[in-house]
Structure formats: C-alpha cells, structure tokens
C-alpha cells in the first residue's frame, strides 16, 4: 500500500511523462511535415525527429523500469525482463544523449565563430557530424557490448531466486553502471564542451563589438545567448536526470525506501520531458507551430 507522499509523486511522475510524449511528438511530427513539405531531410530536423522518437521510448523506458520494481519485482527476480528491459534502456539512453549531442555540436558550429582550422574543417562538414558520432558511438559499443553482456548475465545469475530490491554490493551496482554508461559520459562531456565554447565565442564577439564601439546587440550575438540558454538549461536537465539514477541505485542500499525511488524517478524522467518544451520555446519555428495549436485553444 502506497502512503499519500508515494501516491502524490507517482501522479507527478505521470503526469510528466504524458507532458513528455505529448511535448516530444510535436516535436517529430512538425519536423517530419516541415521535411515532407520542402521534400528534403535537413541535418537539423533529422536530429529533432530522432531526439523525440528516442525521448518518447526513454520515456516509455524509465515508466515501465520503476512500476515493475515497484508493482511486480518477481518479474525482475525471475529473470524474465531483466535483460530487455536493461539492454533496452542502454540502448535508447545512449541514442538520447548522442542526439543532444549532435544538437549542441550543430548549434556550436552554426553560431560560434572560430578560425581554429579543427573548428572551421566540421564548419564546412556539418552534415556529416551526426553521423560521426554515430560512428563513435557503434566503436564505443563494440568495446563496451561485452561488458554489458557480462555484467546482465552476473546479475541474473546472483539473484535469479531474490526479489527486489536485489542484493548486489553497492560499489559493485554503481560500478558496472558507471561501465554500462561511458558512452553516455563521453557525449555528456561533448555537450558541456560545446557550451563553454559558445560562451567563449560570445565573449569574444563581445569584446569585438566594445572594441568597435557598437552597443546595440546584433544577431550574432542574440543568437550566441538563445543557443546558450538552450544549451544550459538542457545541461542542468541533464545533470539532475544523472541525480535521479543515482538515487534509483542508492535504493539498493536503502531498500525500505520507495518513497527515495519514487523521488527519483521523479527527477530522472524531468530531462526527456523538460528538455522538450526547452526545444519548442528556443527554435522559432516550433514555437510558432506551438502558437498556432495553442490559439484556438484560447478563443
């Protein structure tokens, strides 16, 4: 029986997934009829359609993960969606993230202005980033696909006759997450990179302008703080998404507390349903397709 605090936080956690899916799939449906229409699949609307396609299933993921733990743990004790469910949730995560990646890469070199040859060479490539990264992240598979096998297999082996919570040594639960998320860590890394080199090109767009004697804002750099409030709202999001997983595993070591796994669920399932009203208020054209569904709404 769930006490009224459970009960409230499970609304909360409901009601931001339907936000979530509901926010996401305005996202890939208005950039696959905008695709639909020009008749031609740009390198930004094919990264948004594959950000809200994946955020839908994480979504999705992180729902059903916390009411089987918290409804049915026989159902993970026994083995049945363990592996699924875990290779699922890796999978899906890392897709997310490499997406996000790909944006904040895409935003960096579209606004930030550098003439290091590195930064000017993918400036003239930028069509063929997110496939770079895709390709760095099927080489981080390879190497780390073994471990993840491993590691599903000692877990179900350990504790095949347990319910949930699972009796796993904490340091040991926290470190084979940590191996089953490199991916996600690197890409994490890229994301924060790529922020702190829009507000380097800011500043030093900005003491351009001082030097010039120009004070009114221009486009560029009105278009340097959009892409940086995007970017940093999305890293917060992203950090407290990371808060939430840790204190989903910290209730192996605390296992009487649902209302702590509850809370963070919560927290972890905030970034794929936030991040998408971020991306709706920060790209113009999403924001007016947004307008228009939301106009007859209020006459």
């Known amino acids: 029986m769930l006490s009224i605090a459970e009960g409230l936080l499970i609304f909360i956690v ?51 993960d916390g009411f089987i733990k918290l409804f049915s743990p026989h159902l993970y004790s026994s083995g049945i969606l363990t592996e699924p469910i875990t290779y699922a949730w890796i ?31 993918l400036k003239y490539r930028i069509n063929r980033v997110l496939p770079l990264l895709m390709g760095l992240m ?17 877990f179900e082996i350990g504790n095949r006759n347990k319910t949930w919570p699972l009796t796993v040594s904490k340091i040991e639960y926290v470190t084979n997450h940590i191996l089953l998320n490199l991916g996600v860590i690197f890409l994490f890394t890229l994301c924060l990179i790529s922020c702190l080199l829009l507000i380097i090109s800011l500043w030093r767009h900005n003491r351009q302008m001082q030097s010039s004697a120009l004070a009114v804002k221009d486009s560029s750099t009105k278009a340097h703080v959009k892409a940086m409030k995007v970017l940093i709202s999305s890293l917060i999001l992203l950090i407290l998404h990371f808060v939430g997983i840790t204190l989903e595993l910290s209730c192996f070591s605390v296992p009487e507390s649902k209302l702590l796994f509850i809370f963070g ?32 709404l209020n006459n």
């Open 265 to 296: 669920m919560a927290t972890t399932i905030t970034y794929p349903c936030g991040h998408s009203f971020l991306l709706i208020l920060g790209n113009s054209k999403l924001k007016r397709a947004f307008l228009k569904v939301l106009w007859p």
């Open 91 to 121: 999978f899906i995560s890392h897709l997310s993230i490499l997406f996000a990646s790909s944006l904040s890469i895409f935003y960096l070199l579209k606004i930030a202005n550098f003439s290091h040859h590195i930064f000017l060479w």
């Open 14 to 64: 409901l009601g931001e997934s339907i936000l979530g899916v509901l926010g996401n799939g305005f996202i890939g449906l208005v950039n696959c009829i905008d695709c639909v229409k020009n008749k031609n699949f740009s390198v930004i609307g094919l990264i948004l359609i594959g950000l809200a396609t994946s955020r839908i299933f994480l979504i999705w993921i992180i729902i059903i």
């Open 138 to 154: 099927s080489v981080s598979w390879l190497f780390t696909f073994p471990q993840i096998v491993k590691i599903i297999d000692d």
